[in-house]
């Protein structure tokens, strides 16, 4: 089993920065990859950024030059640098992570985990 726990979200005026951390717990073998996802009220989930363990990074045009993701694999954290913030940016963001959580020479088993979110609020 894998959990993941968000944290630093909070309510913001515009062009002010907040900082969301995410930690996994559990059974892991390797994290794959992280992400953050964010879902405003009234429209669907979609991806913020992501960052693979090699360090590879994608970012939704909405969010490039404003949003930095990194990964620390040694504390099993992803991070998400949030700034110059828009109301537009008003969502809850949700950390999610491709883990593999067991191998065995060929065998392996690999699964996608998501936090709870965590409310971010821009006032304009």
């Known amino acids: 089993q894998v959990q993941l726990a968000e944290s630093g979200g909070g309510l913001v005026q515009a062009g002010g920065s907040l900082r969301l951390s995410c930690v996994a717990s559990g059974s892991i073998y390797s994290i794959n990859s992280m992400s953050w996802h964010r879902q405003a009220v009234g429209k669907q989930r979609e991806l913020v950024a992501r960052?693979?363990?090699?360090?590879?990074?994608d970012y939704s045009d909405s969010v490039k030059g404003r949003f930095t993701i990194s990964l620390d694999i040694a504390k099993d954290n992803v991070y998400l640098q949030m700034n110059n913030l828009k109301p537009e940016d008003t969502a809850v963001y949700y950390c999610n992570a491709n883990i593999t959580v067991f191998r065995d020479g060929d065998d392996s088993l690999v699964g996608d985990f998501w936090g709870l979110g965590t409310q971010v609020i821009v006032s304009s």
């Open positions: 960052v693979e363990r090699g360090g590879n990074t």
